[in-house]
């Protein structure tokens, strides 16, 4: 019985009988070898010992996930709202002078782009109240099932 073998060398012992096999039957393309694997015998495994596969160590779980509560939503919903509110007061309370009409064009340029700054805050708080009001009936639906009170939707 012959003595155990390195990887190596059994990689090695495979290629040589590869090549003695593309000496006899050459490809018919340059790039069409065979495979080491073909080149595996029966009987093999007492020459080599594969070396132990070694584990994968377990994933670790996450933490369930922690939602925030309908009333934290609601309370955040309300600041926003609150915060959303002077933005609706124009400016100025002469639309005509806001519009362009007797301020000169410099304090009419500055006086658009605190609108248009204004709008895009409007709509920008606008989203995040939509959003938590989705989050808010999500957050009751949860709260109902986990009381025992029944599904939702």
């Not at 065979?34 to 070396?51: H, Q, S, V």
């Not at 989203?127 to 109902?144: F, G, K, P, Q």
Request: glycine share 6%; charged share 30%; hydrophobic share 35%.
């Amino acid at each position: 019985m012959r003595a155990q073998l390195t990887g190596d060398e059994y990689m090695a012992l495979l290629q040589e009988r590869q090549a003695a096999y593309v000496a006899e039957h050459p490809p018919a393309k340059p790039w069409l070898v065979p495979l080491l694997e073909w080149f595996i015998r029966a009987g093999d495994e007492l020459l080599f010992t594969p070396p132990k596969e070694t584990s994968q160590p377990k994933r670790r779980t996450k933490p369930p996930r922690t939602y925030r509560s309908a009333a934290s939503l609601r309370d955040e919903r309300a600041r926003l709202i609150a915060q959303r509110a002077p933005l609706l007061e124009p400016i100025s309370p002469d639309r005509a002078a806001s519009g362009g009409v007797a301020l000169g064009p410099k304090r009419t340029a500055r006086m658009q782009r605190r609108e248009d700054s204004r709008l895009q805050k409007y709509v920008a708080l606008t989203r995040r109240i939509d959003s938590l009001t989705n989050r808010i009936e999500r957050a009751e639906i949860r709260e109902r099932k986990a009381s025992g009170g029944g599904g939702g939707s």
